[in-house]
């Protein structure tokens, strides 16, 4: 007989991805906490415990290359953001001049990602 | 002087006072769905204090207006982003009708573009086929029926690109006078800003233009620069004047070579526009870049292997016994450019077919063995003609693969962006903070992910070179 722990379905690699991009976009601090954790306990199942396993995993990995492509360009995103909102609390904050004198307002166009 | 009127006067001041900021309140509330509406605050002046007794009393507070509660940095940097996600989504709409074009459709009967690789391993297998029986007229008709299908469907894809590429054409040409709209509009709300409010928040009309400006840097890449009084200079991304406080420079367009060329005086910003962002930037590079690239491609096909299987047929001996003088099989195109379209074939009495090798009997069927080796020979810009079409289809792929990666992250940005900014629109500094902290721990978290994601995954690549994080 089944126990309630085996039937429940265990995660492929890309849908992990997936659901890590999207958080990250909806800024859900907690679930990507939990991710991590989930993503810890994974990697300490490492290595599998069959060849069958193993091949498993390796077609999980190469299915999620394209949704880890994403997931890198959400972070280097959210990077040039954080550095952006930085900027604007050192404003508020009155570190910087900045806004008050006229002057560039925008930044100009990234080179296809936000790394500035 | 202290008098009971001194301290009514006091308390009906405080009741006003909070009466015109509980309006503000509730012109927020009223204004919540607003699109583009950015909340205000009351800002408030202490009143002279009154002296009884020659004790100073605090006279309160007069609320004196309201201020935006505008964070001009995020907003362009949400605009920033929201142009390159809009490039990259109306680039991404024309590149997915393009590999769609190229994408077999199993249930259709009919040959079409999709099937290029099958017809042209049926064309050379067709002629595998006459080298058996090199004098049979049905064998000898399929060759042509085959070569008319590869033909049918190279040309129709040209076809089907050329009118993308149209349609692409009348889209970024019909996005002029949006643009146009959006700058005049701004032109305009930028005098009534400097005229009403020079050194303080506009509110409602800032409000106003920032959503106009939103609203253009979805269709144009642009560069926003803040002047004197509260006004606003608008560029494009290379640094052409749009808007300059008070006066918009109109977009207009030309016919340029049989396309849609935009200017701003006399000057041609089109190259320029089509790097810049926004959705004109997208269709712009979709139709003077993905599709040039796609139908080069098919141009380069068509003209080496027409080029290749006429000489081939024309070297041999046809069955009427014409040696050296059998005639081509597919038009002749003299350039590449235009072979795709122009692909045709030509030969009508499968007679003409030069299956036998020179002053070989017409039993001979040498020639055609030659035509049949040309699928494995290197004709098509150093490639065999499957490889090159199939190594074109899979770059064609990973290019949409690529727009599809940066759009998809571009898109994520601006939801955080616009988390960002609605969480700041109640701001103070401590909801700042918070918004800070949560922003950074997605992003510490989100890190963690990745890095052991991508351990695993190259543990799993790399076939257990590399097994656990220490």
């Known amino acids: 007989m089944e126990r309630m722990g085996e039937r429940r379905r265990q995660p492929q690699m890309k849908e992990l991805v997936v659901e890590a991009s999207r958080a990250l976009a909806r800024l859900d601090a907690d679930r990507l906490e939990e991710l991590a954790l989930s993503c810890q306990a994974l990697n300490r199942a490492l290595p599998p415990a069959s060849p069958e396993d193993g091949r498993a995993l390796v077609a999980e990995a190469r299915d999620a290359a394209g949704e880890m492509a994403v997931f890198a360009r959400v972070l280097e995103a959210t990077r040039a953001n954080i550095s952006v909102m930085n900027r604007l609390r050192e404003l508020r904050a009155g570190r910087v001049e900045y806004g008050g004198q006229p002057g560039v307002r925008c930044f100009r166009t990234e080179s296809g990602h936000g790394d500035n | ?470």
Do not use: C
Not at chain 2, 127 to 154: C, F, H, M, W, Y
Not at chain 2, 181 to 210: C, K, V, Y
Not at chain 2, 393 to 402: D, I, N, P, W
């Open chain 2, 1 to 470: 002087m202290g008098t009971i009127s001194s301290a009514f006067s006091l308390m009906s001041q405080a009741l006003d006072a909070d009466q015109a900021a509980l309006n503000i309140v509730a012109n927020n509330v009223a204004n919540a769905n607003t699109t583009g509406y950015t909340e205000e605050t009351a800002t408030w002046s202490e009143n002279q204090p009154i002296r009884i007794d020659g004790v100073s009393y605090g006279a309160g507070a007069t609320e004196t207006g309201a201020t935006s509660l505008r964070d001009s940095v995020l907003e362009a940097r949400l605009d920033q982003q929201q142009q390159l996600a809009s490039a990259s989504s109306s680039r991404l709409t024309a590149l997915d009708s393009i590999q769609a074009l190229f994408t077999p459709d199993s249930g259709s009967s009919t040959s079409t573009a999709g099937d290029i690789s099958t017809d042209i391993t049926s064309f050379f297998s067709s002629l595998s086929k006459l080298e058996a029986s090199p004098t049979n007229v049905s064998d000898r008709q399929a060759v042509l029926a085959a070569a008319k299908t590869l033909a049918g469907d190279i040309s129709s894809a040209a076809s089907s690109l050329n009118t993308q590429k149209t349609s692409l054409d009348e889209e970024a040409a019909g996005t002029t006078s949006q643009v146009n709209s959006l700058t005049s509009a701004i032109a305009q709300l930028n005098q009534q800003i400097q005229s009403s409010s020079p050194t303080s928040d506009a509110g409602t009309l800032e409000d106003q233009r920032d959503e106009d400006v939103s609203k253009l840097s979805q269709l144009v890449g642009i560069n926003q620069v803040t002047t004197e009084n509260n006004g606003l200079s608008i560029t494009t991304t290379s640094g052409q004047l749009l808007v300059s406080e008070g006066t918009s420079y109109q977009l207009t367009t030309g016919t340029v070579d049989g396309v849609t060329d935009f200017f701003v005086g006399n000057t041609n910003i089109t190259s320029q526009l089509a790097t810049g962002g926004g959705s004109l930037g997208g269709y712009l590079t979709a139709r003077d870049v993905d599709i040039p690239n796609t139908l080069s491609s098919l141009d380069q096909l068509a003209y080496s292997l027409s080029t290749a299987v006429n000489t081939q047929n024309n070297a041999g001996t046809d069955l009427d016994g014409d040696n050296g003088n059998a005639g081509d099989i597919f038009s002749a195109s003299t350039q590449v450019a235009g072979s795709a379209a122009a692909m045709s074939v030509v030969m009508t009495d499968p007679n003409h077919i030069a299956a036998a090798g020179s002053g070989d009997g017409t039993g001979d069927s040498s020639n055609a063995t030659a035509m049949a080796d040309l699928a494995n020979q290197s004709i098509v810009n150093g490639e065999t003609p499957t490889n090159f079409y199939s190594n074109f289809v899979s770059a064609l792929g990973s290019t949409v693969s690529g727009v599809e990666t940066e759009n998809t992250a571009q898109s994520a940005s601006v939801t955080q962006l616009q988390t960002q900014i609605s969480s700041l629109s109640g701001v103070n500094l401590n909801d700042e903070a918070s918004s800070m902290t949560t922003l950074e721990r997605s992003y510490q978290a989100a890190s963690q992910v990745f890095s052991m994601l991508n351990t695993i995954m190259a543990s799993a690549l790399n076939l257990g070179d590399q097994t656990t994080v220490a």
